[in-house]
């Protein structure tokens, strides 16, 4: 990933030098160049420097992809601890997280179908998470067909 900022930067800085060199000598009267060819010096750089800009662009949604679901890893890790079941409060006990980054978290997981709102008779707002069950719960599985 940081190959791709360096190397992407690298050429956008490299390309624009020459677009900029290409306008400069097709505005100005005294150009000795023809403008074919500081047409083509533009187009062809232009499409270098945008290549460039796409690296850069590339790279930086990798990495804010790659720490999103580091966060996510880190959540479902507590989540699991607490067998399925948090609030905003404990998720931001245990994490960096403020409340209010915390609820909003939880609350795009639910909207993800990750995790569901349970509500509990004091009007807490429990997250709940499916497939997180108690060993105790995974000792008394049994197969489908035993039913």
């Known amino acids: ?19 900029v060199t290409s306008i400069v000598d097709l505005t100005s009267d005294s150009s000795e160049t023809e403008t074919s060819v500081l047409i083509g010096i533009l187009v062809f750089f232009g ?27 880190n959540i479902l890790k507590i989540v699991q601890r607490k067998q399925g079941k948090i609030t905003a409060v404990e998720l931001a006990a245990e994490t960096s997280l403020t409340i209010n980054e915390s609820k909003k978290t939880l609350e795009d997981m639910v909207s993800n179908g990750m995790a569901t709102l349970q509500i509990t008779e004091r009007g807490s707002m429990i997250y709940f998470f499916e497939g997180f069950v108690s060993a105790e719960e995974k000792n008394t599985s049994k197969s489908p067909l035993d039913y």
Do not use: D, N, P
Request: charge should be positive; hydrophobic fraction near 40%.
């Open 1 to 19: 990933m940081k190959k791709y900022l360096i190397i992407g930067s690298l050429l956008l800085i490299f390309s624009s030098f020459f677009v």
């Open 47 to 73: 499409l270098t420097g945008f290549g460039g800009f796409y690296m850069i662009k590339t790279a930086l949604h990798k990495g804010q992809r790659r720490e999103k679901e580091e966060k996510e890893r």
